[in-house]
């Protein structure tokens, strides 16, 4: 009995689970953000069946944010296919009790990289040293991108047995523009435009010899490594079914509610109702042209009281002309009230952009 027990305990501990292996490395991109598009809908549905036609479905707006976003990371999978076979790439890795995922890993000579996608189709990006804004309303997105990197990095460095460090990097797909205002040095999580994403990979300098990618490569794709049980979806029959949907949707475009610019692929968030203040970046300093055009705004409305008041000085030339003097003195009073009520407040909004912000909330 003891060998029996020997020889299966042996065999327990060495067996491969390669279903496993396989279940992990078939998860296409956008698997879990798809799933979580398809629940919301279907709930959606049996609340309110007019929402699915024979021929076409109209998608609640609770699942807008995530169908964009499945169909953003999708994308982004498609373009990491231009990455070479040296590359180790996988998507939607379920992180812990398939509670979170990460949206890419991809490992190569580059070092070790975590990606988040972010689909912000024709939005304008800013990158602070401690904010991401869309349409200048503050995101998550940089403390996401940080919290994937940090559960990589733990889970590779208990597996391997020495550090691994991971970046963090956001791809941010369809975007109108991207500026970047940090230093140079400041850049711990990489914000790049999703199309530059593969050169920019490619480009990063040689950090990992042949046998620590190996041993990498060999850790990330066992699913202890990441999950507790990495087979409990169908993936496939998931896709399958998104595919579908899409199908009777179509893709976003003009004419589809917009994503909300703090919309994550982790959860949905909803946008601010309070923007930050028009002229102040996240880290409290004024936007001068800003300033300049709230006072430029001001002189203008002074000027218009000031012509007003020269007109009513003048002369007037007829009894219909000599009206304008005498309306102009009944409303005198309310027209200096206006012109010091308009001063006011430009000094007011202008000590207000002076002033740091501490108001960073998450939505």
Request: with cysteine; glycine share 8%; charged share 20%.
């Amino acid at each position: 009995m003891g060998d029996d027990s020997d020889d299966s305990t042996q065999d327990s501990v060495g067996r491969v689970d390669f279903a496993g292996i396989n279940a992990l490395s078939s998860r296409p991109a956008g698997y879990a953000v798809a799933l979580k598009c398809l629940q919301i809908q279907a709930d959606a549905e049996d609340v309110d069946p007019s929402l699915r036609t024979d021929k076409r479905v109209k998608l609640h707006p609770d699942a807008w944010p995530w169908y964009q976003g499945a169909l953003g990371e999708i994308e982004v999978g498609e373009i990491l296919t231009g990455l070479g076979p040296e590359w180790f790439v996988r998507h939607s890795v379920p992180i812990g009790a398939d509670t979170k995922d990460v949206d890419h890993l991809v490992i190569g000579p580059g070092g070790v990289f975590s990606i988040n996608t972010k689909h912000h189709r024709g939005a304008s990006v800013w990158v602070g040293d401690h904010v991401l804004r869309v349409n200048n309303a503050n995101t998550p997105h940089l403390k996401v991108a940080r919290s994937d990197a940090l559960d990589v990095s733990g889970r590779l460095t208990k597996k391997v047995g020495f550090p691994v460090p991971v970046t963090p990097v956001i791809a941010v797909l369809n975007a109108g523009s991207i500026k970047d205002a940090r230093s140079p040095q400041n850049r711990a999580v990489s914000v790049v435009g999703a199309h530059k994403l593969v050169s920019w990979l490619k480009a990063q300098p040689a950090s990992l010899g042949s046998t620590k990618i190996y041993l990498l490569k060999l850790a990330a794709e066992e699913p202890e490594t990441w999950h507790v049980d990495p087979r409990a979806a169908d993936t496939f029959r998931i896709m399958q079914r998104f595919e579908r949907l899409v199908g009777r949707v179509g893709a976003p475009h003009a004419g589809y509610p917009p994503v909300a610019p703090s919309a994550s692929t982790h959860r949905p968030t909803r946008r601010p109702t309070r923007r930050p203040a028009a002229g102040r970046t996240t880290n409290g300093h004024p936007a001068l042209p800003d300033i300049i055009r709230l006072w430029f705004a001001t002189a203008i409305i002074i000027t218009g009281l000031l012509i007003i008041r020269g007109v009513a000085d003048q002369p007037c030339g007829s009894p219909t002309a000599c009206l304008f003097p005498a309306v102009y003195m009944s409303l005198k009073p309310l027209l200096v009230l206006a012109g010091i009520a308009v001063i006011g407040r430009a000094v007011i909004s202008t000590v207000r952009l002076l002033r740091p912000s501490n108001s960073r909330r998450r939505p």
